[in-house]
């Protein structure tokens, strides 16, 4: 009987050890998860005001490109064929030939020279204004040919600059000029029009335009410049209107993002209706009456 209690008595002791040392194990000791009752909140969904908020930076910043840095453009006219083509749009540079800022001398800036092919306000209005009654300027581009203090004179249709005959653009186009106007397009400005028949020059330039000739030269004054078109006998330049003020030149084309082959009127043509047929015949033609060949093609 003694020796029972003894044993069981060491048991027991046993046991209390045992369970002491697996509470010191750490591989005995087993932690359950907890759930977590409270959500967490979903840090990758755009709130409606961030949404809204991105959609206006992007808006801002695309209207500060296109405002100051570059613009689109489309050339409405044959007038510089081939070098453009009606139905061109081009990315123009609006940074480059603008008045240097003091404030951003990081910025490249240089005045406008010869051979520049440029964007540019006319310093004329149309004949008719628009439905308010207010004067229309329209935006053009050519070839700046000559600068402040140049003398030009054509004969024979070659522009003849400073004494010395230039050969016309490489890609100009070459045709017949219009019946009646060959003299004062051909030998501009020997053949001075008059206001009874000025060949659709302006009358305000019709008056001018002998304060500038020396010598049978036209000579370009401070702060002005004389544009003409590539295809020459087809190009309402500056022997119909005269100088462009420097203040005028908006910029220079860098290069031609996408053209599409349209027709010489389509710019006159007016109205909600023609609007929606061109877009209409744009969606139909697009890949068809796209020039791909003209894609990313930089303006020389």
């Known amino acids: 009987m003694g020796i029972l209690i003894a044993v069981c008595g060491t048991e027991s002791r046993a046991g209390k050890l045992s369970s002491r040392m697996a509470k010191a194990s750490p591989r005995a000791t087993r932690t359950t998860p907890q759930s977590s009752t409270s959500p967490t909140p979903d840090r990758g969904k755009e709130t409606p005001f961030e949404a809204v908020a991105s959609i206006c930076s992007v808006l801002v910043a695309g209207l500060f490109i296109l405002t100051f840095l570059a613009q689109n453009f489309q050339v409405p006219s044959g007038s510089m064929e081939n070098t453009l083509l009606v139905g061109d749009h081009l990315l123009v540079d609006r940074i480059t030939l603008s008045p240097a800022a003091p404030w951003m001398p990081v910025i490249h800036y240089r005045e406008p020279k010869r051979g520049d092919v440029v964007v540019f306000i006319r310093p004329a209005p149309e004949p008719e204004p628009d439905a308010d009654g207010n004067p229309q300027y329209l935006i053009l581009v050519k070839r700046l040919v000559g600068v402040p203090g140049d003398h030009i004179h054509l004969r024979d249709g070659t522009v003849i600059l400073n004494g010395v005959a230039k050969n016309p653009p490489q890609d100009g186009l070459d045709t017949p000029a219009p019946v ?3 003299a004062f397009l051909d030998e501009f400005p020997s053949v001075v029009p008059t206001p009874d028949d000025n060949h659709g020059a302006v009358n305000t330039w019709v008056v001018d335009l002998p304060s500038h000739i020396e010598n049978g030269d036209l000579v370009v004054p401070p702060g002005k ?19 462009v003020p420097r203040e005028n030149i908006m910029g ?12 010489d ?7 909600i209706g023609n609007t929606v047929a ?23």
């Open 180 to 182: 009646g106007e060959q």
């Open 225 to 243: 410049y004389f544009m003409m078109g590539d295809h020459r006998h087809a190009s309402m330049d500056s022997r119909y209107w005269g100088f």
């Open 252 to 263: 220079r084309p860098l290069f031609n993002y996408w053209s599409f082959k349209t027709s």
């Open 265 to 271: 009127d389509q710019s006159e043509k007016r109205g």
């Open 278 to 300: 061109w877009m209409g015949h744009v969606a139909l033609h697009f890949f068809t009456d796209t020039r791909w060949t003209r894609t990313l093609h930089p303006v020389r």
